[in-house]
């Protein structure tokens, strides 16, 4: 007897990738919100928490960058989309053009 297809998504290295992508916007959010606290505090205390913040949103930037391939790489789709290409290619396509004459 075969599995539904809501186990097989669950039993699936994609299914593991697409739950990284609360915490990764949880640690996003984190960063960006002790860079807006940095702001209010005076300049002695602000520039050393302005560097953990800037360190931190450099590293979700790059936590964010792994996450798209990976999520790319084990997309049960993933060959009708190297194919026609990805959605968020042609929403960012879109946008660069949306202003074009």
């Not at 949880?26 to 860079?35: D, P, Y």
Request: charged share 25%.
């Amino acid at each position: 007897m075969s599995q539904p297809d809501s186990q097989i998504m669950k039993d699936t290295t994609f299914h593991h990738v697409c739950n990284l992508e609360r915490p990764l916007a949880a640690a996003r959010n984190f960063a960006t919100g002790i860079a807006l606290i940095s702001e209010t505090l005076d300049e002695r205390g602000a520039s050393s928490v302005q560097q953990i913040s800037a360190a931190m949103i450099d590293a979700v930037a790059k936590i964010e960058a792994e996450y798209s391939t990976l999520f790319q790489l084990t997309h049960p789709d993933r060959d009708r989309f190297e194919r026609e290409g990805w959605p968020t290619d042609k929403a960012a396509g879109a946008l660069t053009h949306k202003g074009a004459p």
